[in-house]
């Protein structure tokens, strides 16, 4: 199983000021996927960006990029430009795909207030 | 994207009775999982749920308590049994179009028992 650690439980930014969240996992796949999700007051779980651990080149999500570091193992994602919607619980999640499983594991999340 | 829906949306039930949550996707899918949402907690996964098979359950999870049905690609079920104030949590299902994309999320159920 994938362990994963989101070192900051809360973080707090100023409205179009950018921000970054951290995340650190341990895999021993070589080929995998990670995700950062979303969580919203109204619970849903949303997609905001994804990054195939093969490509070298970090993904980039309109206001939202990672900065991907596969010998390091570290996926942090940064908000530019942050607006009241950010405002959200965010999740790092690697996902195992070598056996066909496509399983998600979460972090335990950081709690993102934006501040007008 | 998919457009997942899950009911119940919410539920408050007595302990020792059991809640039957079902999850329908608007096309069909490859993969469809189950996922709990203990209060102030991450997602933590409960199972696999396998067309026209047996579930593949997670680590501390078990049929007896947790049985899930998916009688085809677009329809899931999962059924609390016997349930204590411990279960009480949101409950999720994912799904997942091809092997290696993103999950993605239905609405979730707030299940709470008393």
């Known amino acids: 199983a994938q362990t994963v650690t989101q070192s900051q439980p809360e973080m707090s930014v100023q409205e179009a000021e950018t921000v970054t969240l951290s995340c650190t996992y341990d895999?021993?796949?070589?080929?995998?996927?990670l995700f950062w999700y979303k969580q919203p007051p109204s619970r849903q779980m949303i997609l905001v960006i994804r990054?195939?651990?093969?490509?070298?080149q970090n993904a980039t999500e309109n206001r939202f990029s990672v900065n991907f570091q596969k010998a390091a193992k570290s996926f942090s994602l940064k908000i530019s430009d942050s607006q009241l919607g950010d405002a959200a619980m965010y999740f790092c999640?690697?996902?195992?795909?070598?056996?066909?499983?496509?399983?998600?594991?979460f972090g335990t999340g950081t709690r993102l207030t934006v501040i007008p | 994207s998919a457009v997942i829906s899950q009911k119940p949306s919410r539920d408050i039930c007595q302990r020792g009775t059991s809640l039957t949550i079902q999850c329908q996707v608007d096309?069909?899918?490859?993969?469809m999982f189950w996922y709990r949402q203990q209060p102030g907690q991450s997602l933590t996964l409960i199972a696999t749920?396998?067309?026209?098979?047996?579930?593949?359950?997670e680590s501390g999870f078990v049929i007896d308590k947790f049985p899930i049905s998916r009688p085809n690609l677009t329809f899931s079920t999962l059924t609390v049994s016997n349930m204590s104030p411990e279960d009480s949590s949101i409950y999720l299902c994912?799904?997942?179009?091809?092997?290696?994309?993103?999950?993605?999320f239905g609405p979730g159920t707030r299940l709470t028992v008393t």
């Open positions: 096309s069909q899918v490859t993969m």
């Open positions: 999640a690697p996902s195992t795909i070598q056996t066909g499983a496509n399983n998600l594991f």
């Open positions: 749920a396998n067309q026209g098979s047996e579930a593949t359950y």
């Open positions: 990054q195939e651990a093969y490509k070298q």
């Open positions: 895999t021993s796949e070589s080929d995998y996927y």
């Open positions: 994912s799904v997942v179009r091809e092997v290696g994309y993103e999950q993605y």
